[in-house]
């Protein structure tokens, strides 16, 4: 059978059907059996001959036939996709780490899956259960670390790693797991110590409940660097990491009173604007009477009045590291500087 016969009635067979073209199909149009079309198209490691490779991919062309995911990974032991954790979608922290892994997975010829964790410890869990039977290649986890409840979380992840997947996660605490370093509190000390040169000497802090790794080691290192220049964290007041929490938080701490000259210190830009919001429905004058400071520089905190001051991660290079965590043997994270970025939102005391 020539390769123009074949594509000629596969085309015919194309266009005679509604239903979407299998394998089989694609088999029998090629005049070859079952196995040599699924290690063609399946990404079996066999070794098929020239001809009938050319044979079956054109026919598969001309069919319009999509390999099967699942028939993939049978072939292969995993399928061509990059599972991504993230506690909510909709804050753009979590968008620009998954910008990073949609490049590398880009340049990789993979595919990125997304799922929601909701910072809830036991959906995590549930979730990568349920991933195990797809079998991605990597699974990297971003969502927020907590102190509690994590066996369930870390059963699952060992479980997907001897299975054969790469598990990557973000900041110590995970065992043997391969993870991505953010220097939180570093980052976080440096900014306390600006804030102090700048004449700032009292302190609200907004963050989430107490256990969340990323929201204790800012406010660690915040307070630290602050103390060190003079400063006092005089409040602590905990939410999520949600805009609607910030302002929830900054309407208590009004309602107990703050004083002109006191700084606010939010430990993520999105809680950081929620706050303000709040500050200007009560009336106080962003800066010049309150001053706010965040943590992460999203796009949206140099385009709010004031600007936000914040300490500048690079998040999508991160993400861009953590999916090279999955994919590369030989990986080793490269140094990722944070730097403390001063706008409007603390002009400092005269």
């Known amino acids: 059978m020539t390769s123009s016969g074949s594509t000629s009635r596969a085309r015919q067979v194309r266009l005679s059907r509604s239903a979407a073209p299998t394998l089989h199909d694609v088999a029998r149009e090629a005049g070859v059996s079952l196995a040599t079309a699924s290690r063609v198209l399946n990404g079996s490691e066999r070794k098929v001959a020239e001809s009938f490779r050319e044979r079956v991919e054109a026919v598969a062309k001309e069919l319009g036939y999509t390999a099967n995911v ?14 991504l954790l993230v506690a909510d979608i909709a804050d753009p922290y979590f968008g620009l780490l998954a910008s990073g892994v949609a490049r590398g997975a880009d340049e990789h010829g993979l595919v990125v899956t997304v799922a929601i964790t909701e910072r809830d410890p036991a959906r995590e869990a ?3 259960r349920a991933l195990r039977g797809q079998r991605p290649q990597g699974l990297i986890l971003s969502a927020s670390r907590t102190d509690d409840n994590e066996s369930g979380t870390a059963s699952e992840l060992a479980e997907f790693s001897r299975l054969g997947g790469r598990v990557v996660t973000f900041g110590a605490g995970a065992g043997e797991l391969r993870h991505v370093e953010i220097d939180n ?4 000390q440096e900014l306390g110590r600006r804030m102090a040169a700048l004449g700032y000497r009292s302190a609200i802090a907004i963050g989430a409940a107490p256990g969340v ?17 003079g400063g006092s964290v005089d409040r602590v007041l905990r939410g999520d990491f949600r805009r609607e929490s910030g302002a929830e938080s900054m309407t208590r701490a009004l ?11 939010c430990m993520s830009d999105v809680i ?5 919001s709040a500050l200007r429905e009560a009336g106080r004058e962003i800066g010049q009477d309150v001053a706010v400071c ?51 939102s603390t002009p400092g005391l005269s």
């Open 294 to 344: 965040g943590f992460d520089d999203v796009p949206v905190s140099s385009d709010v009045t004031p600007a936000l001051t914040t300490v500048r991660i690079p998040l999508a290079e991160i993400g861009y590291q953590a999916f090279r965590a999955t994919v590369d043997a030989d990986w080793t994270q490269p140094a990722l500087a944070l730097e403390v970025v001063v706008r409007a």
């Open 185 to 188: 509190r570093g980052g976080a």
């Open 213 to 229: 790794r990323t929201s204790d080691d800012r406010l660690a290192g915040f307070r630290a660097g602050f103390e060190s220049g």
């Open 255 to 265: 309602a107990d009173g703050v004083e002109s000259g006191t700084l606010v210190f």
């Open 70 to 83: 699942s028939a993939q990974a049978t072939a292969r032991g995993t399928s061509p996709v990059i599972a």
């Open 272 to 276: 950081a604007i929620g706050a303000m």
């Open 126 to 128: 549930r979730i990568i």
